[in-house]
């Protein structure tokens, strides 16, 4: 393994670490950081096409409809088991294990399966698909 190559898993976690702390924390400029323009993000649930998509409809579904934002006051996605599979030097692949905590302990985890490509120098990822493996019947994500 070459130092650029170490150099880009980095930036690929870092950018991965990014993705949870500013969704977590609902810093939507800093969320919407991570995507590329066209970007994919794919859940059982949903799917949305485009940055832009993806942030309004993510951020949508934290809004109680009347433009106030509820949130379940502690969220952490946790990141587990990481493979950063590099294609090129402008594009990666990864497969990462992730469990969400709230205030009822651990409230859902799954697969993260990602597809990232480098932008004017930076990663950001091309395409997500979330895999939910486990949710609590007391989820606050739950639909």
Sequence with gaps: ???DELLAREAIRDLMATYNTAGDSLRVEEFASVFTEDAELRTEQFSFQ????IVNGLFRRVSDGRGETRHPGFVRHNLTTSKITLDSEQSARGRTYFQVNTSIGLDHCGLYIDEFRKVDGQ????RRVVKTEY???DSFFRP
């Design 50 to 53: 485009g940055r832009e998509a």
């Design 135 to 137: 949710m609590a019947e």
């Design 1 to 3: 393994m070459t130092i």
């Design 123 to 126: 990663w950001k990822i091309a």
